[in-house]
């Protein structure tokens, strides 16, 4: 856990700009549950693996709310004897926090979005992660940082932070078997962004920080090449690439493949890319 300077006053429950509560609602939004009953009555739940039951006794001492951790070992689809650690909540005032900063009741997957008040970002993020996300190596020794999601705002956040951190490019695409989707960022730009993410003394999974650190010990093997950053189509080279008589003029005067040009052509001329530049068919 980050250290605090013990002369400042202690931060409001949700504080979103404190990095302990920013890590903490980005791990309730993906990884927690609000109900709601009769009554004004209701919960905010949070069930993990037990390995993990520390992250949930840190957020027990950051509510100053009366709460319990339970256990349980059940069967589930992945395992007969799956162990589990409970954090649920009941105060209504944590919970109208919590709402009225988007969490909302019920089925959240896709509703979530980053906070729209002042946050701590990197910790907000990590939070995300650690509920929803993965680090560590690929089967090919490759490192990697990378999160599942069905919001398309949280998946585009990150897309848009991580490009900030590593000058990486990421363009989000929810996959056709379930409607997911699967960010993820390898090699130096994932031991840049692991490194920016989980930095020394903050709050975060034991585990995830570990193999966050684990990251930075990867170099580049000897022949491996780099490959080059994404060059974005503007509505200029659009119009270049549509003015120019051959394939091989066009790729020429932008500095592209044929290839490149080519299915750009054939996406502009098919409506499956847009275009500022009218007419293109």
Not at 10 to 38: C, N, T, V
Not at 256 to 272: E, T
């Amino acid at each position: 856990m980050a250290e605090q300077d013990p002369s400042a006053p202690a931060p409001s429950f949700m504080d979103l700009e404190d990095p302990g509560y920013a890590y903490m609602y980005g791990f309730l939004q993906a990884d927690g549950h609000m109900s709601s009953q009769s009554r004004q009555r209701g919960w905010l739940t949070v069930e993990i693996n037990a390995r993990d039951i520390q992250i949930l006794c840190e957020f027990q001492r950051l509510t100053p709310y009366n709460s319990s951790i339970t256990e349980r070992t059940r069967a589930t689809n992945f395992s007969k004897g799956h162990h589990s650690a409970i954090w649920p909540l009941s105060s209504l005032e944590a919970r109208t926090t919590l709402d009225r900063l988007g969490l909302p009741y019920g089925k959240k997957s896709k509703k979530i979005t980053p906070p729209r008040v002042p946050f701590s970002r990197r910790d907000y993020l990590r939070g995300v992660i650690d509920a929803d996300g993965s680090v560590g190596f690929t089967g090919q020794g490759f490192p990697f940082v990378s999160l599942t999601t069905s919001s398309t705002a949280v998946g585009a956040y990150l897309c848009h932070y991580a490009k900030k951190v590593t000058g990486a490019e990421r363009r989000i695409k929810r996959n056709t078997r379930d409607g997911i989707y699967n960010v993820m960022h390898t090699k130096e730009a994932a031991v840049q962004l692991a490194t920016h993410l989980y930095y020394p003394g903050c709050l975060a999974l034991e585990r995830k920080k570990t193999a966050a650190a684990s990251l930075t010990s990867w170099e580049r093997p000897p022949g491996m090449k780099v490959r080059a950053p994404r060059k974005p189509w503007t509505a200029e080279a659009d119009r270049i690439l549509l003015a120019a008589p051959t394939l091989a003029h066009a790729a020429a005067e932008l500095g592209r493949s044929q290839s490149s040009c080519q299915v750009r052509r054939w996406r502009l001329a098919n409506g499956i890319a847009t275009s500022a530049v009218p007419d293109i068919r």
